[in-house]
């Protein structure tokens, strides 16, 4: 049986070979949220000035696994301004080749 965060990478990938722009879309997308959710122990927010965003991959990687760096990936070209994805290639499994270290 496949592991969640496997399933999910499976399901991510898919999503993304029938429509990679919605797909790319969406991982770019931030909202702001309050500091009770930027304070979760795993959702993995981003702030700027006094303000919190949260994006679909900061929810996931929270939902997914314990990693202060997160568990699900995404490669892909990106705007070097922005920061932003300018197109998803694939998304990938993050504990391959990643080992947390923890102080």
Do not use: Y
């Amino acid at each position: 049986m496949e592991d969640p965060v496997s399933h999910a990478i499976e399901v991510l990938n898919e999503a993304l070979e029938r429509d990679p722009e919605a797909i790319t879309l969406l991982v770019n997308m931030r909202v702001e949220c309050n500091d009770r959710l930027a304070a979760h122990p795993t959702v993995r927010t981003a702030g700027i000035d006094d303000t919190h965003l949260i994006g679909i991959m900061g929810l996931l990687n929270g939902a997914l696994g314990d990693s202060p760096t997160g568990v699900i990936g995404a490669v892909g070209g990106r705007n070097p301004e922005t920061g932003k994805f300018t197109r998803i290639k694939r998304f990938i499994d993050l504990r391959e080749d990643n080992l947390d270290v923890l102080a």
